[in-house]
Nanobody, 116 residues
């Protein structure tokens, strides 16, 4: 399974950004995909996940501001990030797994910077 992430960039506090993660390869075994992030000097943390069934999870810090969705036909997962805060600044990583996350498959990180 290969993951390719798109999106990210620089945005002012209160702004919005959208990330997408396109998956390819042996997708039949993948049941869950999601996003992690890692800020400088901090451990990588789980942001949001979505299962093949559609069930979603959000970290407390992003609940109500971020929305995860998926297009099963395109094998793509999206993360819509609204009302961004400086503490959302991090490198965001797409992840996919057969049973749970963190799974075995990681995409390249994409930088999200929230700054005025």
């Amino acid at each position: 399974v290969q993951l390719q992430a798109f999106g990210g960039g620089l945005v002012q506090p209160g702004g919005s950004l959208s990330l997408s993660c396109a998956a390819s390869g042996r997708m039949f075994s993948i049941t869950v995909m999601g996003w992690y992030r890692q800020a400088p000097g901090k451990q990588r943390e789980l942001v949001s996940t979505i299962r093949k069934s559609g069930g979603a999870y959000y970290a407390v810090s992003v609940k109500g501001r971020f929305t995860i969705s998926r297009d099963s036909v395109k094998n793509t997962v999206y993360l819509q990030m609204n009302n961004l805060k400086p503490e959302d600044t991090a490198v965001y990583y797409c992840n996919a797994g057969e049973v749970t996350l963190p799974g075995n498959y990681w995409g390249p990180g994409t930088q999200v910077t929230v700054s005025s």
